[in-house]
């Protein structure tokens, strides 16, 4: 499947982040793969096969790329959220990569926020820590990614320098029938307030959940509520942007894609 991976098949959607009082404030940037011959395919399904492949090394720092480049012309200075890769980690580099890409992009490090997952932190804490630590100096925000999907627990907060946290839609999803998890929540909010960091919930769906969420401390909300994933150029009523050039990214991942 992944031979046969073409430069223009891989493009970014966007999904917005919208906070309390229900303004937009940032949009979280998600890989989608149209495969020439089998359709959309799901990135739960090839994010796993890119990781095994290494491939995701250079895909990532596209996306990273493309994302920051998009939101450098965005008219409101929406937050960009971009995923990283445990395998980013590997590579020493992280950090310098970032800075190149802000750098090129034109985009102020305080607008960048970098999702990491469990993944990450568990091969090798210590360098994982360190390289998040390089990424702060930088300026950019790093949320925890998936909270209370996998292992990860209120220790996570202290031992590395998040600035946000992001609960898991599994979480979300009983908040509203179990209230053991409505006080998990409540409880993660305000370790997460009391350690200098935010909260925000993804996976919100229905009214309701928006309500008990926003009751129990989140900051921010993400879920098809607000908004689905969708291509840059249908979201200008948020980004405050004009642009709409469907695949002009794509000109960026044939010579990554010939590194990886
Ligand atoms: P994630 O970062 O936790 O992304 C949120 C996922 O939840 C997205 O799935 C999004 O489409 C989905 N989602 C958002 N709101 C709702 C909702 O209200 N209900 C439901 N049922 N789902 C919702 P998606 O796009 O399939 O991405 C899955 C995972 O793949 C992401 O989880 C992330 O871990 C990974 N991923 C996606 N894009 C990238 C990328 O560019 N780089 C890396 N390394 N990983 C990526």
């Known amino acids: 499947m992944l031979s046969t991976l073409e430069q223009d098949e891989i493009t970014l959607h966007y999904q917005p982040l919208a906070r309390r009082d229900g303004s937009v404030g940032g949009m979280e940037a998600l890989m989608r793969w149209h495969h020439r011959q089998r359709g959309s395919i799901s990135p739960e399904a090839f994010i796993?096969?890119?990781?095994?492949?290494?491939?995701?090394?250079?895909?990532?720092?596209?996306?990273?790329?493309?994302?920051?480049?998009?939101?450098?012309?965005?008219?409101?200075?929406?937050?960009?959220?971009?995923?990283?890769?445990?395998?980013?980690?590997?590579?020493?580099?992280?950090?310098?990569?970032?800075?190149?890409?802000?750098?090129?992009?034109?985009?102020?490090?305080?607008?960048?926020?970098?999702?990491?997952?469990?993944?990450?932190?568990?091969?090798?804490?210590?360098?994982?820590?360190?390289?998040?630590?390089?990424?702060?100096?930088?300026?950019?925000?790093?949320?925890?990614?998936?909270?209370?999907?996998?292992?990860?627990?209120?220790?996570?907060?202290?031992?590395?320098?998040?600035?946000?946290?992001?609960?898991?839609?599994?979480?979300?999803?009983?908040?509203?029938?179990s209230a053991p998890t409505r006080s998990i929540i409540h409880m993660v909010a305000a370790l997460a307030h009391a350690l200098g960091l935010s909260v925000a919930a993804e996976g919100v769906e229905t009214e309701h959940q928006r309500t008990l969420l926003e009751a129990e401390g989140c900051d921010w909300l993400q879920g098809y509520l607000i908004g689905r994933p969708r291509p840059i150029w249908e979201l200008g009523r948020f980004t405050g942007a004009s642009v709409a050039v469907p695949g002009v990214g794509a000109t960026m991942l044939s010579p990554l894609l010939r590194t990886g």
């Open 48 to 177: 796993p096969i890119f990781e095994d492949s290494g491939i995701i090394v250079p895909l990532s720092r596209w996306a990273l790329a493309e994302a920051a480049r998009d939101a450098a012309t965005w008219g409101q200075p929406l937050r960009i959220a971009v995923n990283l890769s445990a395998k980013q980690f590997e590579q020493d580099d992280l950090a310098k990569v970032v800075e190149g890409v802000l750098s090129t992009a034109g985009l102020a490090a305080g607008r960048l926020e970098l999702e990491v997952g469990e993944a990450a932190l568990v091969t090798s804490a210590r360098r994982a820590r360190r390289t998040l630590e390089q990424l702060r100096e930088l300026g950019v925000g790093i949320a925890l990614a998936d909270f209370g999907a996998g292992r990860t627990g209120p220790s996570y907060l202290r031992e590395f320098p998040f600035t946000k946290v992001k609960l898991a839609r599994t979480l979300v999803a009983d908040a509203a029938t």
